[in-house]
């Protein structure tokens, strides 16, 4: 009867120490990393996009108000 215990007790510690020695979860942290640099590409892009949109009409109203100027002469 002793024995017997004795190894369920050290299969018992034996499992529950096995995932601290399986190491970290690479592809999960691979995973999280690429999610990451995802959301930080969504960012920049749209900045990227309301500053061309800001440049656009920059230059359009400065087109507008060369045209207006010519017909004023005209």
């Avoid at 020695?21 to 892009?45: F, T, V, Y």
């Avoid at 108000?65 to 004023?72: F, G, L, R």
Wanted: with cysteine.
């Amino acid at each position: 009867m002793k024995y017997p215990l004795l190894v369920l007790i050290g299969v018992a510690i034996f499992n529950t120490t096995l995932p601290v020695l399986a190491g970290p979860n690479w592809a999960l942290i691979e995973d999280g990393r690429k999610a990451q640099a995802a959301r930080m590409h969504q960012g920049s892009s749209k900045e990227a996009t309301t500053q061309q949109q800001d440049s656009k009409n920059a230059k359009m109203q400065k087109m507008m108000k060369e045209c207006q100027a010519m017909m004023n002469k005209g």
